[in-house]
């Protein structure tokens, strides 16, 4: 099923809105507690491969996605969990893909690098720096060629701010006006490297020559990715063409599961968690009030929901290969 | 019956397939406003408009990317790259994500597009405006290579490339734009993965596609003043490759040379030869012969280039090979 025209709901709005602030802190929860136990699922061999855990970066997905509607696409990267769970995709399809079982949304096939649900409008996680950005010009340009109200979005890292194909994009997205949102999640870092090491230019000023909008908040605060991106996002269902969101966030574990950091700072990476958006998240619902009962239900069910998903997925069939065989293109008729 | 250029076939197909199937956009540089840089989408956008037929900058890319993500969302884009040597520019679109993406997700979408370019020699256009790179494509398991030889095959291949759900590599050669042959008035599609058989002959198979199928009808009947019957077939599609006509005329004629323009090391008459080596081993009653270019690339002097492009003298030197 490719993605199509769906009913278009109003986008939910208001942080100071204390239900919105514990659904947030809900799917928050989710992301990180779901990569921590992939960090023991990978460790044990249960999931196999290359993982890229987004483990600090969750309030980009999670802000982003509260702006957007289920008809509305993104394309995501090789840290693309988050944007993937912040978008709806089953927990138990996710842990089956990721461990290789015939359940999962790829049917074994992908594996984290390619996560994707197309019902959802969830293009795929990708295993090509940057290839998002095009992809999901694409559906950009779908969108606007079908007049649907939807529109796209496509994450990418700072490291992914090298790559010649977002110049591209973000020159075409401007001449064409078309309705699509880039999402930079600025995490500091370009696979082993320091981005600051890598980059000559600011994406601010990279906007500017395209005569984009461009806004930057603190990408650990869920509240603040949020607000802009609806802010984004109006602007864009508007007809005022792409927007520019970067969200400044951590990279807490390395570039893949495995890698040790040694290239980084202890004292730095010791202090990550200061600026931890789950403890940004607990302070805001703190001050509105929330009792901290219900915040340790939410924490209750998140595990259980986890718990399930993994037993799930532990259970699932091992994918056969002449099915796999038969898809290399598409069955005739059908 | 009319006579219509290769280039105005493949314009009907692209006129037809927007007029019939709003889904269908066309994308690329200079493709609109310009007509393309061969003519072969002139008027359309007059007759379609710029939403459907579009003009981007020359980003080669993006404009790939894009057609992916289009084609996953609902779209049918048919985008051109104005020389097949620009496709290097092309690959990460058309390899890692294209060709894969229905498998890689299990199945959930399809990626129907179509990549228009030309391929091929013959213009002194140098080493980068004249390749034939179709068999690099061709190994790229999900996707589908054609390369019509005429405004038929040309009409008929490119409207089922179109209603294809998948990736199809669909390669012109520029020396066919202009030249002329009957199209019928009242055009069909033709069905991908199947060849045709230009001309029948039992002492020899000679396996063509492309410009280089008339090369071969030109050298059989050159033969046939000297009592040789070559038969002809035209591959049309490279990738599925209908190896069961190829291998039925090896089993009426066993003997077969496998012509083509790209180099000859690691190309599609490799893949030929070798699977009728082995599924064809015991109809074979001489080795089976390729002619292709040198292993080098493609000189700008015409001198060079001539003595560069298969020939119809290498092509018939070689069929009398397999007749010693």
Known sequence: MNVTDATVREPAMGPADPSLLLKWYADLLLIRRTEEKLITLFADGEVPGFIHLGIGQEAVSVGVMNALTPSDTIASTHRGHGHALAKGMSLKAFFAELMGKEDGLCRGRGGSMHVADMSIGMLGANGIVGAGISIALGSALAHKSLERKAIAVTFFGDGALAEGVLHECLNMAALMKLPLLFVCESNGWSEFSQTAKQIAFSLGKLADAHAIPYARVDGNDVVEVSVSAAECVASIRAGSGPCILECATDRVRGHFEGDSQKYRSAEKLSLLPVSDPIRVALAHLTNAGIPDAKIKRIAEVTEAKIEEAIAFARNAALPEFTSAFEDVYTAQGS | ?324
């Open chain 2, 1 to 324: 019956m009319a006579l219509l250029n290769f280039g105005r076939a493949i314009n009907k197909a692209l006129s037809d397939a927007l007029e019939q199937d709003p889904a269908v956009i066309l994308i690329g540089e200079d493709i609109a406003d310009a007509g393309g840089s061969f003519g072969v989408t002139r008027s359309l956008k007059e007759r379609f408009g710029a939403r459907r037929v579009i003009d981007t900058p020359i980003s080669e890319a993006a404009i790939a990317g894009a057609a992916v993500g289009a084609a996953m969302c609902g779209l049918k884009p048919v985008f051109e790259i104005m020389f097949m040597d620009f496709t290097t520019l092309v690959m990460d679109a058309i390899v890692n994500q294209a060709a894969k993406a229905h498998f890689m997700f299990g199945g959930q979408c399809s990626v129907p597009l179509v990549l228009r370019t030309p391929h091929g020699g013959g213009m002194s256009a140098g080493p980068q405006h004249s390749q034939c790179l179709e068999a690099w494509f061709a190994h790229v398991p999900g996707l589908k290579v054609i390369v019509p030889s005429d405004s038929h095959s040309a009409y008929g291949l490119l409207r089922s490339a179109i209603d294809d759900p998948d990736p199809v590599i669909f390669v012109e050669h520029k020396a066919l734009y202009s030249q002329k042959s009957e199209v019928s008035d009242t055009p069909e599609a033709l069905p991908l993965g199947k060849a045709a058989i230009v001309r029948s002959g039992s002492d020899v198979s000679i396996v063509a596609y492309g410009a280089y199928v008339h090369i071969a009808v030109a050298a059989a009947n050159a033969l046939s003043a000297r009592g040789i019957q070559a038969e002809v077939i035209d591959l049309r599609t490279i990738q599925p490759w209908d190896e069961s006509t190829v291998l039925a005329s090896l089993s009426r004629t066993h003997r077969m040379v496998i012509v083509h323009e790209a180099v000859e090391a690691f190309g599609v008459g490799a893949e030929i030869a070798a699977r009728m080596a082995d599924i064809g081993f015991d109809e074979l009653d001489a080795p089976i012969v390729r002619v292709g270019a040198p292993f080098m690339p493609v000189a700008f002097s015409p001198a060079l280039e001539k003595a560069y492009r298969p020939s119809e003298d290498r092509l018939s030197a070689a069929v009398l090979r397999t007749l010693e």
